[in-house]
T-cell receptor, first 112, second 113 residues
Framework: KQEVTQIPAALSVPEGENLVLNCSFT??????LQWFRQDPGKGLTSLLL?????REQTSGRLNASLDKSSGRSTLYIAASQPGDSATYLC???????????FGQGTILTVHP | EAGVVQSPRYKIIEKKQPVAFWCNPI?????LYWYLQNLGQGPELLIR????????DSQLPKDRFSAERLKGVDSTLKIQPAELGDSAVYLC???????????FGPGTRLTVL
């Protein structure tokens, strides 16, 4: 069974800091890995999708890396802003299971 | 382009009552998903449709839950009868194919009293 773990569970930083969110998964037989953002009371918004053959993807101030062999991914957020405050979820699409398995999320708070 | 639409946004019912949720996916998306999200947890897949065919419903509690996707577009998820433990957020998502980016609706927050 695929298990996805996100560390830390919660993170509070001052505005302007660079930060890293971590995601690990137990089964390296994945097709892709996705990072999502969820605001309170809202659905999920896709941030980045990394194919299993890729090492990283970038979108604006976000950079996600993937090390499939070690079962790890990181989401790097540069120059954090209060508007970045949300829950960030990592999900892997396993080739064995044919579906997305989500981590429990990291709650990020960026204070002014 | 309109996103995934879900209704209602909130629903409060007494236990043992029936409840239904509706989802309209993004136009052209063949794959539709229903997820369950408990507080503080990531979503868990209940059922996946490819067009009108349910291709993965292994996590759907079939004794009380049912779903349908008529004409391969809109979908309805039903619970009958609801139990206290069904209180959660029910999310609908759609994608072009099962390996593409999934786009989520705002969810329906269900409270069973």
């Amino acid at each position: 069974k695929q298990e996805v773990t996100q560390i830390p569970a919660a993170l509070s930083v001052p505005e302007g800091e660079n930060l890293v969110l971590n995601c690990s998964f137990t089964d390296s037989a994945i097709y892709n890995l996705q990072w999502f953002r969820q605001d309170p009371g809202k659905g999920l918004t896709s941030l980045l999708l990394i194919q299993s053959s890729q090492r990283e993807q970038t979108s604006g101030r976000l950079n996600a890396s993937l090390d499939k062999s070690s079962g790890r991914s990181t989401l790097y957020i540069a120059a954090s802003q209060p508007g970045d405050s949300a829950t960030y979820l990592c999900a892997v699409f396993g080739t064995s299971y044919g579906k997305l398995t989500f981590g429990q999320g990291t709650i990020l708070t960026v204070h002014p | 382009e309109a996103g995934v639409v879900q209704s209602p946004r909130y629903k409060i019912i007494e236990k043992k009552q029936p409840v239904a949720f509706w989802c309209n996916p993004i136009s052209g998306h063949n794959t539709l998903y229903w997820y369950l999200q408990n507080l503080g947890q990531g979503p868990e897949l209940l059922i996946r449709y490819e067009n009108e065919e349910a291709v993965d419903d292994s996590q759907l509690p079939k004794d009380r839950f049912s779903a349908e996707r008529l004409k391969g577009v809109d979908s309805t998820l039903k619970i009958q009868p609801a139990e206290l433990g069904d209180s959660a957020v029910y999310l609908c998502a759609s994608s072009l194919s099962k390996t593409d980016t999934q786009y989520f609706g705002p969810g329906t927050r269900l409270t069973v009293l």
